[in-house]
């Protein structure tokens, strides 16, 4: 008998992405935006140590002054133009600093749009990783947990460095606590509207499927959403103080004041302590009531967040095969 021929051999189908896993190859795939990002959070840390630098000057000049000038003070005539410039470049600086990065979620919803989903859709690399062991749930879990855990991680030295270099100078030179950039750069609210904006970002682009189109309306709706917050929501999160008063009592010089009101002896309302008011209301929130409203709004930025992603995992699984 002829001995049968051992069949040919198979060859050996190489998994997508290289030593390592997928995970690898995604990070190796953005690796010039990790780049990017790392050099902008480095920068900006350096910029914010010389930022606390002019505060710390700044309030010093503010006091170490004499009049006549003595033990070698200087006369506080020159104190003041010298406080004057290191105040006006402490407060451009830092407010620069504060929209940098309470605007940076705009930035990266647009980088979740065109590069974590439409330049590869485009470029058809996802049809081939699709058919290779990849679900498309898979692919795009894979684009967004790095992109959350990197961006988070690039957020807390940003945000611990605001804080303190803010600290510097204990007037606040006019940039309270809920002034928006301030309050959007400085507290738990910052990580909320990142992970938004990739949310917002990666749906618009399962949506549009076009890379302009998707950028402009990933750009209009995170603009947008921020604004909204910042004029129409936020201090209505949480129930601000309130004083009916017969006498005037001054509210804390950092409270957000929202109305005003006096009224005289017939019960005619009046402008705010004009002469003849005989009782006030006042409206406020106070300092302290910065942390629970950044809770309250970032729980609910989350939460749209949440159904946000879910929706695009939902959407991509409808449409794929």
């Known amino acids: 008998m002829t001995a049968l021929a051992a069949?040919?051999?198979?060859?050996?189908?190489?998994?997508?992405?290289?030593?390592?896993?997928?995970?690898?190859?995604?990070?190796r795939l953005h690796r010039g935006a990790l780049v990017v990002w790392a050099a902008f959070v480095a920068l900006g840390g350096i910029g914010l140590f010389q930022v606390r630098r002019l505060g710390e000057e700044s309030a010093a000049i503010g006091t170490a002054c004499a009049s006549p000038p003595h033990d070698g003070l200087p006369p506080c005539d020159e104190n003041w133009h010298a406080l004057f410039g290191q105040t006006d470049y402490y407060s451009t600086y830092i407010g620069l600093a504060e929209a940098l990065i309470a605007y940076l979620p705009v930035v990266l919803a647009l980088y979740a749009a065109g590069a974590l989903v439409l330049h590869e859709q485009q470029s058809g690399r996802h049809a081939l990783l699709w058919t290779q062991a990849i679900s498309p749930a898979r692919w795009l879990a894979m684009k967004l947990a790095p992109a959350a855990l990197l961006t988070m991680l690039g957020f807390v030295p940003l945000i611990l460095l605001d804080r303190w270099a803010r600290a510097a100078h204990p007037e606040g030179l006019g940039t309270d606590w809920y002034a928006a950039d301030v309050f959007r750069s400085t507290g738990v609210v910052t990580f909320a509207y990142a992970l938004l904006a990739l949310a917002v970002g990666v749906l618009v682009a399962l949506l549009v499927r076009r890379m302009l189109p998707a950028l402009a309306v990933t750009g209009v709706l995170m603009t947008g959403a921020i604004v909204y917050a910042n004029e129409y929501v936020r201090m209505s999160l949480w129930p601000p103080v309130t004083r009916y008063e017969t006498s005037y009592h001054a509210v804390p010089h950092s409270a957000l004041q929202l109305a005003n009101r006096s009224w005289d002896a017939d019960g005619n309302e009046i402008g705010w302590m004009a002469r003849g008011s005989v009782r006030h209301y006042r409206e406020?929130?106070?300092?302290?009531?910065?942390?629970?409203?950044?809770?309250?709004?970032a729980g609910i930025v989350l939460a749209l967040a949440g159904v946000l992603?879910?929706?695009?995992?939902?959407?991509?699984r409808k449409r794929t095969p």
């Open 284 to 297: 406020f929130h106070p300092e302290s009531h910065f942390w629970p409203i950044q809770l309250v709004e």
């Open 7 to 27: 069949p040919p051999a198979v060859p050996e189908v190489k998994k997508s992405g290289t030593r390592g896993g997928p995970l690898r190859a995604a990070l």
């Open 309 to 316: 992603t879910a929706t695009a995992f939902w959407l991509l």
